[in-house]
């Protein structure tokens, strides 16, 4: 099943694939155990993206909501500015 979220992160992102490999990896480091209900991008140019993250805990069955702004820096690589957790 989380396969499916990665495949529809790809898709909604169309942004390019390092984005979308940073995104999970940061994602998953910060959050371990979360299952992603949905990825998508939002606002942003080529060196910026705002990715919106729809997740549930484990052992929780409330959905939470962050908002990341990712940044390109030299290479295609992505990291992570800012994160906002929304309750």
Same mark, same amino acid.
């Given at each position: 099943?989380?396969?499916?979220?990665?495949?529809?992160?790809?898709?909604?992102?169309?942004?390019?694939?390092?984005?979308?490999?940073?995104?999970?990896?940061?994602?998953?480091?910060?959050?371990? !155990?979360?299952?992603? %209900?949905?990825?998508? *991008?939002?606002?942003? @140019?080529?060196?910026?993206?705002?990715?919106?993250?729809?997740?549930?805990?484990?052992?929780?069955?409330?959905?939470?909501?962050?908002?990341?702004?990712?940044?390109?820096?030299? !290479?295609?690589?992505? %990291?992570?500015?800012? *994160?906002?957790?929304? @309750?």
């Amino acid at each position: 099943m989380k396969f499916i979220y990665l495949a529809i992160l790809l898709l909604l992102l169309g942004c390019s694939s390092q984005l979308t490999e940073n995104a999970v990896s940061e994602f998953k480091l910060r959050n371990p !155990g979360a299952t992603v %209900i949905s990825f998508r *991008s939002g606002e942003g @140019d080529s060196d910026n993206v705002y990715v919106y993250i729809k997740y549930k805990k484990p052992s929780d069955e409330n959905l939470y909501q962050e908002i990341v702004l990712y940044q390109n820096i030299k !290479g295609g690589n992505y %990291i992570v500015v800012e *994160s906002n957790k929304i @309750d």
